[in-house]
């Protein structure tokens, strides 16, 4: 690594909460920021003064919903070309008008300052929360939410004209509520190793169709190991390739199906199963949160079991199963074997099901 690397000068159309900031002034506004401000701003600035110093890459940390969150180095080269990369996908150029309103202790809050700072967005931040939109009346060009507060959202989203989902799945009833809205709403896929998204999707085509295939970034590629699983090759923001976890379905050179975690697979008397498979079926008849995973079994192995967020009662627990045991849908080993009911998930860091946590606590 280089520790007398020269930060680029920030783009003279940037504007954060409508300032110019050259580079030396935005080191004034950080530590004014971390001395005075609230705690989200007191994010941004312990980033932009991690942005700043002579180094060629920042420490971050992943988000710990796919395992325990460890402390990894991003180039800061790498971040930037994300950035343009997005800037061309989604058609952003200088003086996009942007809203910042999740946490910058993770990637997509992080990469959100770096497109503002080098393609000359006018940016602006708002404590991040679950309505977010709430008290804004601005229209802005560009925005990225969590599936939660876009949730929360619904009744607001003129305020935006492009928004991008990522952090989580985009429920099938959510996906309903989409239908009609003018935003342009995009889900992504990426990883805070590859400096946010690498592939989006649109979930409300103007055709009506949606597409559950990803399209790729701009120099980006990919390929599917023995598994199964997505192999990333992307030398504008990653060293090395990365081979994930994610069992996928390639459709072009361009464009691929994700199916779940490799991880998850569930081996139900010899037959795999994909829990995410189960829960797209499902979430188009429960609106609670919920997820699939497996238990031992001694005539299958592994049998499917359910968890739901909800308040334990016999009542509630009979019409699930009526539910779930009456979905043609789901084939004879889908179907879960066994459902919990619990008032509270635990959650990660930045607000994911931490679905290990949460079925140890119940069935501890």
Same mark, same amino acid.
Request: proline share 5%; net charge positive; charged share 30%.
């Given at each position: 690594?280089?520790?007398?690397?020269?930060?680029?000068?920030? #783009?003279?159309?940037?504007?954060?909460?409508?300032? #110019?900031?050259?580079? !030396?002034?935005?080191? #004034?506004? !950080?530590?004014?920021?971390?001395? $005075?401000?609230?705690?989200?701003?007191?994010?941004?600035?312990?980033?932009?003064?991690?942005?700043?110093?002579?180094?060629?890459?920042?420490? &971050?940390?992943?988000?710990?919903?796919?395992?325990?969150?460890?402390?990894?180095?991003?180039?800061?080269?790498?971040?930037?070309?994300?950035?343009? !990369?997005?800037?061309?996908?989604?058609?952003?150029?200088?003086?996009?008008?942007?809203?910042?309103?999740?946490?910058?202790?993770?990637?997509?809050? @992080?990469?959100?300052?770096?497109?503002?700072?080098?393609?000359?967005?006018?940016?602006?931040?708002?404590?991040?929360?679950?309505?977010?939109?709430?008290?804004?009346?601005?229209?802005?060009?560009?925005?990225?939410?969590?599936?939660?507060?876009?949730?929360?959202?619904? =009744?607001?989203? #003129?305020?935006?004209?492009?928004?991008?989902?990522?952090?989580?799945?985009?429920?099938?009833?959510?996906?309903?509520?989409?239908?009609? &809205?003018?935003?342009?709403?995009?889900?992504?896929? =990426?990883?805070?190793?590859?400096?946010?998204?690498?592939?989006?999707?649109?979930?409300?085509?103007?055709?009506?169709?949606?597409?559950?295939?990803?399209?790729?970034?701009?120099?980006?590629?990919?390929?599917?190991?023995?598994?199964?699983?997505?192999?990333?090759?992307?030398?504008?923001?990653?060293?090395?390739?990365?081979?994930?976890?994610?069992?996928?379905?390639?459709?072009?050179?361009?464009?691929?199906?994700? @199916?779940?975690?490799?991880?998850?697979?569930?081996?139900?008397?010899?037959?795999?199963?994909?829990?995410?498979?189960?829960?797209?079926?499902?979430?188009?008849?429960?609106?609670?949160?919920?997820?699939?995973?497996?238990?031992?079994?001694?005539?299958?192995? $592994?049998?499917?079991?359910?968890?739901?967020?909800?308040?334990?009662?016999?009542?509630?627990?009979?019409?699930?199963?009526?539910?779930?045991?009456?979905?043609?849908?789901?084939?004879?080993?889908?179907?879960?074997?066994?459902?919990?009911?619990? !008032?509270?998930?635990?959650?990660?860091?930045?607000?994911?099901?931490?679905?290990?946590?949460?079925?140890?606590? @119940?069935?501890?």
């Amino acid at each position: 690594m280089n520790n007398n690397y020269k930060i680029p000068e920030t #783009h003279p159309d940037f504007r954060l909460n409508k300032r #110019h900031f050259t580079n !030396a002034e935005l080191k #004034h506004i !950080a530590y004014s920021y971390i001395k $005075e401000g609230e705690p989200f701003e007191q994010q941004i600035g312990n980033f932009l003064l991690d942005w700043l110093k002579p180094t060629d890459f920042i420490e &971050v940390h992943t988000s710990g919903s796919t395992g325990k969150p460890k402390k990894i180095r991003l180039t800061k080269e790498h971040m930037i070309n994300s950035a343009l !990369a997005t800037s061309k996908f989604f058609k952003l150029p200088n003086h996009t008008k942007a809203l910042l309103c999740l946490p910058v202790d993770y990637i997509a809050g @992080k990469m959100m300052l770096v497109r503002a700072m080098f393609l000359g967005w006018d940016l602006d931040s708002v404590p991040p929360s679950s309505s977010p939109f709430d008290q804004l009346f601005k229209v802005y060009d560009f925005s990225a939410m969590t599936p939660f507060q876009l949730d929360n959202s619904i =009744g607001r989203l #003129h305020l935006v004209k492009k928004l991008i989902i990522g952090g989580g799945a985009v429920s099938p009833r959510l996906r309903k509520m989409l239908v009609d &809205v003018d935003t342009r709403i995009y889900e992504t896929y =990426g990883m805070t190793e590859t400096c946010s998204h690498i592939a989006a999707k649109r979930l409300n085509p103007t055709k009506k169709k949606v597409s559950k295939a990803f399209k790729l970034l701009p120099n980006v590629s990919i390929t599917k190991d023995d598994r199964d699983c997505l192999v990333i090759k992307a030398p504008k923001v990653l060293d090395d390739e990365i081979v994930t976890n994610d069992v996928v379905e390639i459709i072009t050179y361009k464009k691929f199906i994700w @199916k779940g975690r490799y991880d998850n697979v569930i081996n139900s008397g010899g037959i795999k199963i994909f829990p995410e498979e189960i829960e797209r079926k499902i979430n188009k008849k429960l609106d609670h949160r919920f997820f699939i995973t497996s238990m031992p079994d001694d005539a299958l192995g $592994e049998k499917v079991v359910m968890f739901v967020e909800d308040d334990f009662s016999e009542e509630r627990l009979t019409e699930l199963r009526e539910m779930v045991g009456n979905m043609k849908s789901l084939g004879k080993y889908e179907k879960p074997r066994k459902i919990y009911l619990i !008032a509270k998930f635990e959650e990660t860091p930045n607000g994911k099901i931490h679905r290990e946590n949460t079925a140890k606590s @119940k069935v501890s």
